[in-house]
């Protein structure tokens, strides 16, 4: 079945950077473009940018921007998102989620980052 | 970017009863590109209602979804216990895309 399978939880100290994996399976990985998404305690969904696990192109949330690097390894069927310069205020659940004709049809189980000196 | 505003906050029945969930974006959403996405703790949302009236592979029908422009509704028929949870509205006709604030719906 259409699975996407992210990386355990993760403690990290402000201004360090962490990096999620999602790794697909069930599918074609390039075929599809893969979205990252995080829910901080108490606030609503935020998307954060996408890639095309095809060509590797990719579009960046403004709010991230400069922040914010997703990539993938096709030999993996894996994508990753890997996120600098952490503050407290990026405590969240972080979710991967495939894109079939623009909805998010398949979610990771999501991975929990903890940012606390 | 596109504000989506959710009422109510909370929203409390009982199995059995019909809820009505509402959405407001800040400004049209082109194509009707509105989503509905149901949220259980502990984990990842998933896809009830695309194209704002159109129920994802497997929903039941007592899900359904209508509206056009800035103003969305859902609609849970007759609640069955497993449908209490979290509801998120989203509109991916525009970039960024962006979440509604969410609705629990809760047992009362």
């Known amino acids: 079945q259409v699975q996407l399978v992210q990386s355990g939880a993760d403690l990290k100290k402000p201004g360090a950077s962490v990096r999620v994996s999602c790794k697909a399976s069930?599918?074609?990985?390039?075929?599809?473009?893969i979205h990252w998404v995080r829910q901080a305690p108490g606030q609503r969904l935020e998307w954060m940018g996408w890639?095309?696990?095809?060509?590797?192109?990719?579009r960046y949330s403004q709010k991230f921007q400069g922040r914010v690097t997703i990539t993938r390894d096709t030999s993996a069927n894996t994508a990753y998102m890997e996120l600098s310069s952490l503050r407290s205020e990026d405590t969240a659940v972080y979710f991967c989620?495939?894109?079939?004709?623009?909805?998010?049809?398949?979610w990771g189980q999501g991975t929990t980052v903890t940012v606390s000196s | 970017e596109i504000v989506l505003t959710q009422s109510p906050g909370t929203l409390s029945l009982s199995p059995g009863e019909r809820a009505t969930l509402s959405c407001r974006a800040s400004?049209?959403?082109?194509?009707?590109?509105l989503a509905w996405y149901q949220q259980k703790p502990g984990q990842a949302p998933s896809l009830l209602i695309y194209?704002?009236?159109n129920r994802a592979t497997g929903i039941p029908d007592r899900f359904s979804g209508s509206g056009s422009g800035t103003d969305f509704i859902l609609t849970i028929s007759r609640l069955e216990p497993e449908d209490f949870a979290v509801y998120y509205c989203?509109?991916?006709?525009?970039?960024?895309?962006?979440f509604g604030q969410g609705t629990k719906l809760e047992i009362k």
């Open positions: 069930g599918y074609t990985f390039t075929k599809y473009i």
């Open positions: 989620a495939r894109d079939s004709l623009s909805l998010m049809d398949v």
């Open positions: 890639i095309n696990a095809g060509d590797g192109n990719t």
């Open positions: 989203q509109q991916y006709g525009s970039s960024p895309r962006t």
């Open positions: 194209g704002a009236s």
């Open positions: 400004q049209s959403v082109s194509g009707s590109y």
